[in-house]
């Protein structure tokens, strides 16, 4: 895939490996609106737009090495789907899935954000976080005439308690969040700087695992998305009926044997091959 970077410009030139529709709409990320033909995308205080062009897509940012990195637009993904295509139960999803790139979010933001979705659905999850973010008012700044607003940081987010949770769509997950972040601030050693970089992924699991309101499936979904673990398989409902109605490897029904079997199947590439697979059984059946 070849790209170009200028100033406030990333160009690709490719659709093979990178779709816009498929990245932001494949149960990864909810920070972001479709405008008309359009994405905005707006992790922590910065933001995008994507636009479809002739040639492949633009994206248009103040800060290009942010949404490089963003997008993991250095990782090859043509070689990486070719090395997932020696499973024969990937080469379909992949094909219909051929552009998900998993996106490199902010810990904090994702902690937060895999908490609210828990037995939620997605413009329930995406409206509270919307809230969230404008309670700050913390607007980010742009040429595009639009109104956003950044993350909070986590001084922010111990202000709030469960009444303000609550109203803004939380639900019975407002003790979660109010309790998830005070402990978050309490053993910051724990998840956020240098040394959770050198964890092993299950002692991050661990740690995770902590906070009150994650079970495992929550955990593997920050692990993948916030801080870049691919040796996680999260498993939910739409998994399930993959391992039971496709992959039929095992005759087992708990969800974390489940998340199990599939690691030791696939490796370090199994947080790639849980995108391609849960996209395409949500999207087809």
């Given at each position: 895939?070849?790209?170009?970077?200028?100033?406030?410009k990333?160009?690709?030139?490719?659709?093979?490996?990178?779709n816009?529709?498929?990245?932001?709409?494949?149960?990864?990320?909810?920070?972001?609106?479709?405008?008309?033909?359009?994405?905005?995308?707006?992790?922590?205080?910065?933001?995008?737009?994507?636009?479809?062009?002739?040639?492949?897509?633009?994206?248009?940012?103040?800060?290009?090495?942010?949404?490089?990195?963003?997008?993991?637009?250095?990782?090859?993904?043509?070689?990486l789907?070719?090395?997932?295509?020696?499973?024969?139960?990937?080469?379909?999803?992949?094909?219909?899935?051929s552009?998900?790139?998993?996106?490199?979010?902010?810990?904090?933001?994702?902690?937060?954000?895999?908490i609210?979705?828990?037995?939620?659905?997605?413009?329930?999850?995406?409206?509270?976080?919307?809230?969230?973010?404008?309670?700050?008012?913390?607007?980010?700044?742009?040429?595009?005439?639009?109104?956003?607003?950044?993350?909070?940081?986590?001084?922010?987010?111990?202000?709030?308690?469960?009444?303000?949770f609550?109203?803004?769509?939380?639900?019975?997950?407002?003790?979660?969040l109010?309790?998830?972040?005070?402990?978050?601030?309490e053993?910051?050693?724990?998840?956020?700087?240098?040394?959770?970089?050198?964890?092993?992924?299950?002692?991050?699991?661990?740690?995770?695992?902590?906070?009150?309101?994650?079970?495992?499936?929550?955990?593997?979904?920050?692990?993948?998305?916030?801080?870049?673990?691919?040796?996680?398989?999260?498993?939910?409902?739409?998994?399930?009926?993959?391992?039971?109605?496709?992959?039929?490897?095992?005759?087992?029904?708990?969800?974390?044997?489940?998340?199990?079997?599939?690691?030791?199947?696939?490796?370090?590439?199994?947080?790639?091959?849980?995108?391609?697979?849960?996209?395409?059984?949500?999207?087809?059946?």
């Amino acid at each position: 895939m070849k790209i170009t970077k200028s100033k406030g410009k990333i160009q690709i030139f490719s659709c093979e490996d990178f779709n816009i529709t498929h990245i932001m709409e494949c149960g990864q990320v909810f920070a972001y609106q479709k405008i008309d033909d359009a994405y905005f995308c707006f992790p922590q205080n910065k933001l995008c737009k994507v636009s479809k062009t002739q040639d492949g897509y633009l994206i248009e940012c103040d800060d290009e090495n942010y949404f490089e990195n963003y997008f993991d637009l250095k990782t090859n993904y043509s070689s990486l789907k070719k090395e997932l295509c020696s499973f024969e139960e990937l080469k379909d999803p992949i094909a219909f899935g051929s552009g998900i790139r998993i996106l490199k979010q902010d810990s904090l933001e994702a902690i937060i954000s895999f908490i609210v979705s828990a037995n939620n659905n997605i413009k329930r999850i995406t409206n509270t976080l919307l809230k969230l973010r404008e309670h700050f008012g913390k607007r980010i700044e742009n040429s595009f005439g639009s109104n956003f607003f950044a993350f909070p940081t986590l001084s922010e987010l111990l202000t709030l308690d469960e009444d303000f949770f609550k109203k803004i769509g939380a639900g019975y997950r407002a003790s979660y969040l109010v309790s998830s972040i005070k402990f978050l601030n309490e053993n910051k050693n724990l998840f956020f700087g240098k040394e959770v970089e050198n964890l092993k992924t299950k002692d991050l699991l661990e740690n995770l695992l902590k906070l009150k309101g994650v079970g495992r499936k929550v955990a593997e979904c920050i692990l993948l998305f916030g801080y870049g673990r691919r040796d996680v398989f999260p498993v939910d409902t739409w998994i399930k009926k993959v391992f039971i109605q496709d992959l039929k490897i095992a005759d087992v029904k708990d969800a974390s044997k489940m998340c199990d079997i599939l690691i030791k199947r696939y490796g370090n590439f199994s947080g790639y091959a849980q995108q391609y697979l849960f996209y395409s059984k949500r999207e087809n059946g």
